[in-house]
């Protein structure tokens, strides 16, 4: 029963993460001056979300299989949570810039080319404060997607032993 919660679970966490990465996508293309990293990181939070996709599609294929230990469950559910706690922090600053974007915005801000706004340089200088922060989130994303994708390799290996046993045992017993 642990499983159907795990799947689900997975899976509203990857589409909070599509969302995340949308909001990021669409601050990149309003900001003039927003960094090609917040791009990254959008990326990063697509990529890391597409494999929890994954992961929650293959659980929810395999749940009757059982090809998993609850060991495997656990780190699973342990992993989503830490991608949703990260996905968490990147919305918060996100959101603490967007807001701080569109106030200024409304007061007769500058727009650029193609409708974007232009910070001033003292907002632009704003940035680099929020780089390294940035980058410790985007390292851990890097760590979660790599445990995930391990996990989804050993499901898929089980996945084909299971499947070749099954195989082999029904040669052996038409003999």
């Not at 959101?95 to 801000?109: A, C, D, P, V």
């Amino acid at each position: 029963m642990a499983e159907i919660g795990l799947i689900a679970s997975v899976i509203g966490v990857a589409g909070a993460g599509l969302k995340l990465s949308i909001t990021l996508y669409t601050f990149s293309e309003t900001v003039a001056t927003a960094a090609d990293s917040i791009k990254a990181i959008a990326k990063d939070v697509s990529l890391t979300s597409a494999v929890l996709e994954e992961l929650g599609s293959n659980l929810k294929h395999d749940e009757q299989a059982r090809l998993y230990s609850s060991t495997a469950l656990k780190t699973a559910q342990t992993v989503v949570v830490d991608c949703e706690a990260v996905f968490k922090q990147i919305d918060g600053a996100l959101s603490k810039s967007m807001e701080r974007i569109s106030g200024l915005s409304g007061n007769g801000r500058r727009k650029g080319k193609g409708g974007k706004v232009v910070l001033s340089a003292m907002e632009k200088l704003k940035w680099p404060f929020l780089q390294p922060k940035m980058q410790e989130l985007r390292a851990n994303l890097e760590r979660l997607k790599s445990t995930l994708v391990l996990m989804l390799n050993v499901l898929t290996y089980a996945r084909k032993v299971q499947t070749e046993y099954a195989t082999s045992d029904c040669i052996v017993r038409a003999w």
